[in-house]
DNA sequence: TGTACATCAGTGAACGCGCGTTCACTGATGTAC
DNA sequence: TGTACATCAGTGAACGCGCGTTCACTGATGTAC
């Protein structure tokens, strides 16, 4: 782990954290090849023994932070516990959560512009993320009256909307507005609010 | 307007316009100063004449997309007409319309990293844009009881969330998911289903 | 109406820079005997 | 236990490129007399 001399040890995982550091701090188009080796200790160079190029890199990045978030989705979600209702707010959480704590994760799955079907290992990941999300929504939407049931894709893509436009408006200092409110309120009352609409929460909260 | 020889007549503007072009098709970021020239048919430093680098350049974008958007919007509202609530969704349509019409702008706004703050102008524009979106929901929030109304400057930030999420995720062929529901019906109902929850909609539609 | 001149929008060549990528290489490691 | 050798991770120099920006300039336009 430590680097000791001509041999790094595992260079290939240094460069994909030095990377997701550098994507954090400077956006995933301002993040260098160069940049990521020099701050791993190593010559650009040396990043061709581990990828194909800046490219392959990021989509890396990418796929790790799809893995990270669909295990935390899947641990919020607890398999529908205690209640359908109650897991699938847990899964709203984890989905600001998981931004705020991965940030270069974040940007290098969604704002890199990288093609899911670059790698099929990728466009795996990506799409074990959107099951689990899919997944909640479905054993929610047991509960709804069936006459006025919508697909539930389609209010899981409802709430994972509001999480991502949350996300890129409100925790970055971006240009949208300024609320006064925590975006973790913000979520969870939108989310709340939304819920209520499809009946599946009393109006009394 | 029409280029002619050595004079361009109104190169200003024309490079604004070439700008719009490439950050639509290249992004904010893979957009250069050097093809927006190119393309309006002059000489990179032919630029300098008119703003002051490539970031002020990116800037007179977004300016004018806020300016748009706060007039598209404000038109929509339509000065709360026939009813709030008809207003208030006519502006979330408007939001997509905007994004969709207009989608230089759109990502020069607010996915070019641009600081609101570098220009006044810039800021009061995005000012404006913001007015108008709190006042449709101020007006609406009117009709909530007191004692269940969320802040309208809350739910104003809701929907603008959830609208900016549906465009990321689902107007661009962006990795988040692919949705079977075109983004209009997608935030159509969604936001539909907000209002229920705000007890906004009768829960028969 | 014609000429002299000020203005200024655009030219074209040049700059320094840092990028992603390549290549032949070299030094460290581990295995076979 | 010691030596020869294959393997391969990393080096360092070099490349071509296109970028944003600068500078002295020149050609077109419009105005004063």
Redesign the interface.
């Given at each position: 782990m430590a680097k000791q001399g001509y041999h790094h040890g595992n260079l290939r995982q240094a460069l994909v954290e030095a990377a997701l550091t550098l994507i954090e701090s400077q956006?995933p188009?301002?993040f260098t090849l160069s940049d990521a080796a020099k701050s791993a200790g190593v010559t650009p160079a040396a990043v061709y023994r581990h990828f194909a190029g800046r490219e392959d890199l990021i989509g890396e990045c990418?796929r790790q932070g799809f893995e990270i978030f669909a295990d935390l989705m899947d641990h919020a979600y607890d398999d529908g516990k205690p209640t359908a209702l109650r897991a699938f707010e847990a899964t709203g959480r984890a989905y600001l959560a998981f931004a705020r704590r991965f940030p270069g994760h974040y940007m290098a799955?969604?704002?890199s512009?990288?093609s899911?079907n670059a790698h099929p290992d990728l466009a795996r990941a990506?799409e074990r993320a959107?099951a689990v999300?899919n997944r909640a929504a479905d054993a929610l939407s047991k509960h709804i009256p069936a006459d006025?049931r919508?697909p539930a894709?389609?209010?899981?893509?409802?709430v994972?909307?509001?999480?991502?436009?949350?996300v890129?408006?409100?925790t970055r200092s971006?240009?949208?507005?300024r609320?006064?409110?925590p975006p973790e309120e913000?979520?969870e009352?939108?989310i709340?609010?939304?819920?209520?609409?499809?009946?599946l929460?009393p109006?009394d909260a």
């Open positions: 956006g188009q301002g990418a799955m969604f704002e512009g990288i899911l990506a959107r999300f006025k919508p894709s389609m209010f899981s893509a409802h994972w909307a509001m999480s991502h436009g949350v890129e408006l409100y971006a240009p949208g507005a609320a006064p409110f913000l979520l009352t939108g709340g609010i939304y819920l209520r609409g499809l009946g929460v109006a």
